[in-house]
Every structure is written in structure tokens, then in C-alpha cells.
T-cell receptor, first 112, second 114 residues
Framework: GDSVTQMEGPVTLSEEAFLTINCTYT??????LFWYVQYPGEGLQLLLK?????DKGSNKGFEATYRKETTSFHLEKGSVQVSDSAVYFC???????????FGTGTRLTIIP | GAVVSQHPSRVICKSGTSVKIECRSL??????MFWYRQFPKQSLMLMAT?????????EQGVEKDKFLINHASLTLSTLTVTSAHPEDSSFYIC??????????FGEGSWLTVV
């Protein structure tokens, strides 16, 4: 079945550091790929998505590129801020399916 | 503002009792909602698909008699954990898909069974 493997945390970085959170997937066909973020005390929010190979999703300075050849969707940000502290989830949906398959989540803490 | 609202955010119940968690879509109708569960340091796992006006569809391994799902209106789905036990303690979260294929999540509910 479909699965998502995500970089284990927790990850602690200093403000303005470069961030990478790795995500790889296993799926049949051509899934859509997502990054969700959960800030403390809140629900999951869609951060960015990509629906086909080589697409790049971006939002709030975060980027991720859909790499079919490496089945990856790594999340990156050039300069993190304290407000980026949250739990990040990589996820996918199979074509025509609303059900999400999630990674385990990565807790990110940014220190001033 | 929130598009999907979940209540309660935290609940503690005694072993053997039942607890109900509500998931509401705000300002839109959701014929389908989804319930997920997350154990510590694990992924969010889909439990069931809640269908308005019909029976929920449960994922393999999820006990339908234990996790009762009711989707009686286009804006409300409820998950009732019956005869709860400590191993049911978990994070439960719902989602709904609205026009444009955007999936919104509720705030999630932390259930602790003592």
C-alpha cells in the first residue's frame, strides 16, 4: 500500500538557519503530495502541495519539489524563524482519492 | 478563520465510559468527512470515512462497534468512542474536503482514558 517516510525529529535549529525535512513516498500511480503544518494548539493546515512530477509547491518561504525519480518531496526553507516552530507532516493522496496517507511528523523548534 | 471545527479539544474520561467528539464544517456543506487517529510518535492513521446520510466506511482493523460514527447532517460528523479503555487514548482529528479539492482539518481532540 501507499506509505510516507519522513525524517524523524525533533529538529532544533537556530533562527535564520537553513531547513530541510526529508520525505520519501511509496505509491502506485501518480499521487499528489502535501506538506501540512500543525502549530501548537491548532489543527493541521496545508502548507504546500504538488500534484505532478517536477511541480514545486511553495508558501511562506517553504518549498518542496515533486521528484518522481527519487520518490521524494523534501521540504526546504532558506532562513527559518521562531514562528516556524511547529510539527510538519508529509502526506500523499492517490489519484481520485481524498484519503491522506501521512508520515510520522517532524517537530521543528527554532531558537532565537 | 477555522473552516472545520472540532470539539472538545481535550477530554479525560474514565475507563468503560463513552465519549463523543464532534466535527463541524463551518460555512460549507461536507458530504464526506474523515476521521484520523495518531498515537505518540506515529503517523496519523485514517480510521474511517464518514458519509452524510449513510453508514461510515471503516479502514481495516478499526472496530466499527467501538468507534461509532454518525454523519446526520451536512455540517456535522460525530465520533463516539464506546467503552473506552486506556489504549484508546490518542489524538483524534477530522477533515473535510470542499470545492477545489482542498482538504481542511479540525483542531484535533486529545483523548485520555484513565
Amino acid at each position: 500500500g501507499d506509505s510516507v517516510t519522513q525524517m524523524e525529529g525533533p529538529v532544533t535549529l537556530s533562527e535564520e538557519a537553513f531547513l530541510t525535512i526529508n520525505c520519501t513516498y511509496t505509491a502506485t500511480g501518480y499521487p499528489s503530495l502535501f506538506w501540512y503544518v500543525q502549530y501548537p494548539g491548532e489543527g493541521l493546515q496545508l502548507l504546500l502541495k504538488a500534484t505532478k512530477a517536477d511541480d514545486k509547491g511553495s508558501n511562506k518561504g517553504f518549498e518542496a519539489t515533486y521528484r518522481k525519480e527519487t520518490t521524494s518531496f523534501h521540504l526546504e526553507k532558506g532562513s527559518v524563524q521562531v514562528s516556524d516552530s511547529a510539527v510538519y507532516f508529509c502526506a500523499l493522496t492517490a489519484r481520485g482519492n481524498e484519503k491522506l496517507t501521512f508520515g510520522t511528523g517532524t517537530r521543528l523548534t527554532i531558537i532565537p | 478563520g477555522a473552516v472545520v471545527s472540532q470539539h472538545p479539544s481535550r477530554v479525560i474520561c474514565k475507563s468503560g465510559t463513552s465519549v463523543k467528539i464532534e466535527c463541524r464544517s463551518l460555512d460549507f456543506q461536507a458530504t464526506t468527512m474523515f476521521w484520523y487517529r495518531q498515537f505518540p510518535k506515529q503517523s496519523l492513521m485514517l480510521m474511517a470515512t464518514s458519509n452524510e446520510g449513510s453508514k461510515a466506511t471503516y479502514e481495516q482493523g478499526v472496530e466499527k462497534d467501538k468507534f461509532l460514527i454518525n454523519h446526520a447532517s451536512l455540517t456535522l460528523s460525530t465520533l463516539t468512542v464506546t467503552s473506552a479503555h486506556p489504549e484508546d487514548s490518542s489524538f483524534y482529528i477530522c477533515s473535510a474536503n470542499i470545492a477545489g479539492n482542498t482538504i481542511y482539518f479540525g483542531e484535533g481532540s486529545w483523548l485520555t482514558v484513565v
